[in-house]
Structure formats: C-alpha cells, structure tokens
C-alpha cells in the first residue's frame, strides 16, 4: 500500500527566514510523481510544486524548493525568504489516478 | 477562467436524506476526482475518473456513488447520508495522472 506521512504538525517560521517542511512515502514503484499543495484559510487546495521521481534534479517554483531523496523515500519541502501569505496548511501528496495525501503540516509566520 | 466549479457551498443534511455534490470544470480534462477532507486531517480519494464512462473506487468509497456521463461533469450522490459522512468535499481534476491537480473550492457538508 502507498503511504505518505507528515511528521510535523506544526511549524513556525520568522518572516523572511526559511523553514523545510518533511514527507515521507512509502511504495514499491520506480517511477512517480510527488507533489506539495498548499491549502489556506480560504480552504482553496493549490499546487506548490511537482516532482518527477525519475527526475535527479530537485524541482523549483520561485521561493519554493524541494529536497528529493528516491532512496531515503523523502520529499521535503523548503520554503525561503518566508512572506506572511506562506502561512497555511502544507500537504505532501504522491502517487498516480489514486493520489495519496498526508495528514498536512500547519505553517505560521510570524512577523 | 472558471476552472472546477463545485455546488453547493454549504449543505446541511439530515440523517437518511440523499443528495447530489455537483462538480464541473472546463478545462477539457480527462481525470476527475472527489476526495474529502475531515477536520485536522489530509485528503482521502472517495472515487475518480479518467474518461468519460469510466469510474473507479478509491479509498473511501463506501456511501457514495459516481457518473460521468460527459467529460465537464462529475457528480457524487450521497445515499441515506450518516454522521460519519459530515466532512468537506472536493473535487478535483487533471490532464493526465501525475501532472497535479485543479481542484475546486469545496462543499462543507454537516449530516445531523
């Protein structure tokens, strides 16, 4: 069975440092995609950033980066230069027609 | 760009009454999907779509049922609605499997 955990609850960051927000998988497969939605107050789910396992390369949005480790089966999220409109529900999601979601990860920025 | 349009908003529902959550979007997407979101937890698939005609189960499908007659629409009913079913809906879709998803803004549905 795939699986995708979150391991931190919460996290807060300072305005304008940068904070890594964990996801682990689990599957038997070689090749996949992995995914970061952001969901704030507005409940609105938006796609932060898209990974392609096959890929070595981390992918990059802007201030939004990943750490992608197939081996480790770890897919974190790096969010820089943190800006108060980041404060959100952060979800970690993988998988192909049946995408799996974690439990999501609460960010607050403080100013 | 209206994208995936879901109705209604906010529903409240009685124990044992059914209903129907709408889902559109005009993208011209082939996968759909509707997923539910209860408090403080992440997204679990209720059921998806990859074409017209053609439905598959996910991982919470039990109480619900699915159509797709066109490649627009894709509405979930919900039959003799539980408690168990109180949750927030979305639906959702894409081009093709792994390219992320569109999703919609949500129904939050409360069954007393």
């Known amino acids: 069975a795939q699986t995708v955990t979150q391991s931190q609850p919460e996290m807060s960051v300072q305005e304008a440092e940068t904070v890594t927000l964990s996801c682990t998988y689990d599957t038997s497969e070689s090749d996949y995609y992995l995914f970061w939605y952001k969901q704030p107050p507005s409940r609105q789910m938006i796609l932060v950033i898209r990974?392609?396992?096959?890929?070595?390369q981390n992918a990059t949005e802007n201030r939004f980066s990943v750490n992608f480790q197939k081996a480790a089966k770890s897919f974190s999220l790096k969010i820089s230069d943190s800006q108060l409109g980041d404060a959100a529900m952060y979800f970690c999601a993988f998988g192909n027609n049946d995408m799996r979601f974690g439990a999501g990860t609460r960010l607050t920025v403080k100013p | 760009n209206a994208g995936v349009t879901q109705t209604p908003k906010f529903r409240i529902l009685k124990i044992g009454q059914s209903m129907t959550l709408q889902c559109t979007q005009d993208m011209n997407h082939n996968y759909m999907y509707w997923y539910r979101q209860d408090p403080g937890m992440g997204l679990k698939l209720i059921y998806y779509?990859?074409?017209?005609?053609?439905?598959d189960k996910g991982e919470v499908p039990n109480g619900y049922n699915v159509s797709r007659s066109t490649t627009e629409d894709f509405p979930l009913r919900l039959e003799l609605a539980a408690p168990s079913q109180t949750s927030v809906y979305f639906c959702a879709s894409s081009p093709a499997d792994n390219y992320g998803y569109t999703f919609g803004s949500g129904t939050r549905l409360t069954v007393v």
């Open positions: 990974q392609e396992a096959y890929k070595q």
């Open positions: 779509s990859v074409g017209a005609g053609i439905t």
